[in-house]
C-alpha cells in the first residue's frame, strides 16, 4: 500500500525558514518523481515543485523560485521541500504527491501538513 | 501561460447526470486528469488521461476530451459525490497546472 506521510509544518514569522519533509512507502520511491502541491486556506489546487526519480532534474513554480528547494533522499525513501523568505501568501496545507510518470498524473497524496507564516 | 478555466459550483439532484467542464485552449491536444477532493481531505485522482479510472473509482465517473473543453461526468450523483474537483494538465511553459476548482453540490 503505497503511504505519503508529511511533516515539518508549523507557525513561522515572515521571512523565516521550514522544512517539510515526506516519508514515502509501498512502491519504489527512486523510480517515481514527486511533486509539492500546496492548498491556500479556502483557495484551489496549486503545484509547487517537481523532482526527477533520480534527483537530477527539478522544477518549480514562479511564485517561489529562488526561496524553495526540492530535494530527495532515495536512501531514505524520503522527499524534501526547503522553504526560505517565506511570505504570509505562502499559508497553506502543502501535500506531497507521487507522479506517476514525469509529466503525468498525480495518483497518490499525502495527508498534508499546514504551513502558516505569521507575526 | 496556459489557463483552465472551471466553473466554481455546479449542482446535481441525486441520482441524475452531473458534468464538470474543464476549459482550455486546445485542451484537446493534452491529458487531463481529474481529482475529487472532500472537506479535510487530500485530493483524491478519479479520472487520468483524459478517461481512465483508477482501480477502486466506480465506473459512474467518467471524462472526456476534444477541442477546448474536457468533462467529467459522473452518472447516478449520489450524496457521497459531493466534493470539490479539480482538472489538471501538464504544460511545457506552466508545468503543472490545476483549474479553479468545481464544487458539486447534490441537491
Known amino acids: 500500500e503505497v503511504q505519503l506521510v508529511e511533516s515539518g509544518g508549523g507557525l513561522v514569522q515572515p521571512g523565516g525558514s521550514l522544512r517539510l519533509s515526506c516519508a514515502a512507502s509501498?512502491?519504489?520511491?527512486?523510480?517515481?518523481?514527486m511533486s509539492w502541491v500546496r492548498q491556500a486556506p479556502g483557495k484551489g489546487l496549486e503545484w509547487v515543485s517537481g523532482?526527477?526519480?533520480?534527483?537530477?532534474?527539478?522544477y518549480y513554480a514562479d511564485s517561489v523560485k529562488g526561496r524553495f528547494t526540492i530535494s530527495r533522499d532515495n536512501s531514505k525513501n524520503t522527499l524534501y521541500l526547503q522553504m526560505n523568505s517565506l511570505r504570509a501568501d505562502d499559508t497553506a496545507v502543502f501535500y506531497c504527491?507521487?507522479?506517476?510518470?514525469?509529466?503525468?498524473?498525480?495518483?497518490?497524496w499525502g495527508q498534508g501538513t499546514l504551513v502558516t507564516v505569521s507575526s | 501561460s496556459y489557463v483552465l478555466t472551471q466553473p466554481p459550483s455546479v449542482s446535481v439532484a441525486p441520482g441524475k447526470t452531473a458534468r464538470i467542464t474543464c476549459g482550455g485552449n486546445?485542451?484537446?491536444?493534452?491529458?487531463v486528469h481529474w481529482y475529487q477532493q472532500k472537506p479535510g481531505q487530500a485530493p483524491v485522482l478519479v479520472i487520468y488521461?483524459?478517461?481512465d479510472r483508477p482501480s477502486g473509482i466506480p465506473e459512474r465517473f467518467s471524462g472526456s476530451n476534444s477541442g477546448n473543453t474536457a468533462t467529467l461526468t459522473i452518472s447516478r450523483v449520489e450524496a457521497g459525490d459531493e466534493a470539490d474537483y479539480y482538472c489538471?494538465?501538464?504544460?511545457?511553459?506552466?508545468?503543472?497546472?490545476f483549474g479553479g476548482g468545481t464544487k458539486l453540490t447534490v441537491l
Open positions: 509501498g512502491f519504489t520511491f527512486s523510480s517515481y518523481a
Open positions: 523532482i526527477s526519480g533520480s534527483g537530477y532534474s527539478t
Open positions: 489538471q494538465v501538464w504544460d511545457s511553459n506552466s508545468d503543472h497546472l
Open positions: 488521461y483524459d478517461s
Open positions: 486546445n485542451i484537446g491536444r493534452k491529458s
Open positions: 504527491a507521487k507522479q506517476n510518470g514525469d509529466y503525468s498524473e498525480f495518483d497518490y
